[in-house]
């Protein structure tokens, strides 16, 4: 509990940052995405576009290509043998399967078939996708398009495989608790994340970052592995790009809040990180 309370309390208030100091050659750049939003409210402002214009190195988290997407399919489905059905309470599961008949008419036997594989974690963040109605666009991958077409050499800060093991660190009893905690708050959630698209990115990131964790139920080891020690493992890499070129670097703004934050771990090695409000 202590973990979460210092990790709220130092939330941030910008999505964009510069990073100088420290003999840097140049100033580098880092900011915080939401995952996804709609293709209506998609906006890649002229304060975030003109600085990646300015780098010679871009950065997401993990790698987007084919092998990519079949690994990280892995981690989130479960293994041959177990389903949502098998490892979810009787009565856990015909609330799910409920709520996605009431909401998304699909049957159970439709809906067993399209997602019955899926973790409960990820099957609670489809939900907000599902909600949308609509074309949905991911920031890391819209950005990372934009980067190439500006000639920017492209890297990713770890294998997907590291992604895949922070997410499997979650267990399936804490995730169930998350996907009923967004059946359950359904309404309310799916109010504040459109709230969030359309606002994002000149909004609140405390709220951006608020929304991300709460339903997570405080988990610190989830928090721990899949926040803190990626943030950790990062650095070394973020810091080799800096002193090589420019670097624009874009993760999900969770990583940007905390005692324990790529923020706090660049002040405390020296580096000056300095908010962009951004018009």
Request: proline share 3%.
């Amino acid at each position: 509990l202590c973990l979460f309370i210092s990790y709220v309390s130092k939330a941030q208030d910008a999505v964009l940052w510069e990073i100088g100091g420290k003999d840097l050659p140049a100033t580098s750049y880092l900011l915080g995405t939401l995952k996804f939003t709609s293709a209506e409210h998609y906006h890649l402002p002229d304060d975030i576009q003109s600085r990646i214009k300015k780098a010679g190195i871009f950065a997401i988290e993990d790698q987007v290509d084919h092998h990519a997407q079949h690994e990280l399919n892995k981690a989130l489905h479960f293994q041959k043998g177990k389903s949502l059905e098998t490892e979810l309470s009787k009565a856990d599961y015909y609330k799910v399967v409920s709520f996605f008949e009431e909401r998304f008419k699909m049957t159970p036997t439709g809906f067993n078939k399209k997602y019955g594989q899926l973790k409960p974690l990820p099957l609670s963040l489809m939900i907000m996708r599902l909600s949308l109605h609509e074309e949905v666009k991911f920031y890391d991958i819209e950005l990372l398009v934009y980067a190439k077409k500006n000639g920017l050499q492209a890297y990713s800060l770890e294998e997907i495989e590291r992604e895949a093991a922070a997410i499997n660190s979650f267990n399936i009893a804490d995730q169930t608790k998350a996907l009923l905690h967004s059946i359950e708050n359904f309404n309310s959630e799916r109010d504040e994340y459109v709230q969030l698209m359309k606002e994002y990115p000149r909004g609140d990131a405390k709220k951006i970052y608020e929304y991300t964790i709460h339903h997570l139920d405080n988990n610190e080891v989830f928090i721990e592995e899949f926040y803190i020690k990626r943030n950790k493992e990062w650095m070394p890499k973020i810091e080799k790009m800096m002193r090589e070129k420019p670097a624009f670097i874009a993760v999900g703004l969770t990583h940007l809040e905390g005692e324990q934050s790529l923020i706090a771990l660049l002040q405390a090695k020296g580096y000056d990180v300095t908010p962009v409000q951004i018009k």
